[in-house]
């Protein structure tokens, strides 16, 4: 058990459920493992108050038919919290993952334990009146972005080359475009189509969304492996190990994978194939402290860093690592937050506010579906 008796501690929790419709489909198009396309995205929110009165706040997301679950699981988790320490995030994070209700590692468990972990460094980095960037340590003050608008496998040429230009009108630094059709030829058509939409100097890369078998996989990534991409994405199904292994030798482009791992071990076991990205969610693998330990492992084996969506999450930790990689743009989450990103150069540039640089504004409180006190937490309105 932890230790109550401390100098700060936590007073009073807030868990909402928040319902974010989306302005498109997301993701915006049909992913070989998804049988549905989200029309909207539900948000677990967890806002923590120490004594003093500072309030850190942080969240996860998931697809409507498992977010109350996940909802339900931080309520419960959250009612033992009450009295508990600021001071030290990784005993908290270590005394949640052996709660009686977190049913053993899992991804509804890591989920529910990001939403409390990363609430807890937003609080600490508060705390110190820093971004949480610089609280842990930054190398760079600006994330490599990239966008996949408009580059699905139902736009024609003519889309994708619009939404291209689009994408780097706005700032943005990279493009990914899905892949996938009958013919790999006609993929090969769309990638060089993008290339010369928006030139030589803005990074491609490609997502297959793994759906393809060993030998397609081989087969299509052999091809395309001289087009200088920036990375491939998932061309096969993230448990198929031993394959990505041996894509990952047969080829100079970086092969990109774990968006889909919840573990610290499971991302160990993906990084010792040889992939040269992982794609590492913070609300997938339990937040912020058993992300920290993920880059560790990538440090070592100069492995980039890519992670999808959450870029609000993300950008921070792309911040705090010394060899860098790529940043998704998603804004599907934009009006959640009274403050807006810094998009420009190329980059997406971290805020200069404290912890993540984020409060809920109006628009996510009226979106708010469910919502649980516990302790003495500011009203809002």
């Not at 969506?309 to 989450?333: S, T």
Request: with cysteine; proline share 4%; aromatic share 8%.
């Amino acid at each position: 058990m932890l230790n109550r008796v401390v100098q700060n501690t936590i007073q009073g929790l807030r868990v909402s459920k928040i319902i974010q419709p989306l302005r498109s489909q997301w993701p915006d198009s049909e992913d070989a493992l998804c049988s549905y396309p989200w029309g909207n995205i539900e948000v677990v929110a967890v806002e923590i108050v120490d004594c003093h009165g500072q309030i850190g706040t942080g969240f996860s997301y998931a697809p409507k038919p498992s977010c109350s679950a996940l909802y339900a699981l931080v309520r419960a988790m959250a009612s033992d919290l009450h009295g508990f320490s600021t001071e030290n995030v990784e005993d908290v994070w270590t005394f949640l993952s052996n709660h009686p209700l977190s049913l053993n590692s899992n991804s509804m468990t890591n989920q529910a334990l990001a939403c409390f972990d990363t609430a807890l460094w937003d609080l600490k980095a508060r705390q110190a009146g820093l971004p949480l960037a610089e609280l842990i340590g930054a190398y760079r003050r600006g994330v490599r972005v990239y966008s996949s608008r408009g580059q699905s496998l139902k736009a024609n040429i003519d889309q994708m080359q619009a939404a291209a230009k689009a994408s780097v009108a706005k700032g943005i630094d990279g493009i990914k475009i899905e892949v996938g059709q009958p013919d790999w030829r006609a993929d090969v058509r769309r990638i060089e189509s993008v290339r010369d939409a928006v030139g030589p100097n803005i990074a491609l890369m490609i997502d297959a969304r793994r759906q393809w078998c060993r030998e397609r996989a081989y087969a299509f990534c052999t091809q395309v492996d001289d087009l200088g991409l920036a990375f491939i994405e998932e061309p096969l199904n993230a448990t198929d190990k031993e394959c990505y292994g041996a894509l990952a030798d047969a080829l100079d482009t970086p092969i990109a994978t774990g968006a889909m791992a919840t573990s610290i071990a499971e991302h160990e076991r993906l990084m010792h194939t040889g992939v040269g990205t992982t794609q590492a969610v913070v609300a997938r693998v339990g937040g912020v402290t058993p992300y920290l330990q993920i880059m560790e492992l990538a440090k070592r084996r100069r492995t980039a860093l890519a992670p999808g969506c959450l870029m609000e999450q993300h950008i921070q930790m792309l911040a705090i690592y010394p060899i860098g990689g790529w940043i998704q743009h998603f804004d599907c989450l934009d009006d959640l937050f009274n403050e807006g990103l810094d998009l420009r150069d190329g980059r997406i540039w971290v805020p200069d506010r404290p912890g993540f640089g984020l409060t809920f504004s109006d628009k996510a409180r009226e979106r708010t579906h469910t919502t649980t006190t516990i302790g003495a937490i500011p009203q809002v309105h």
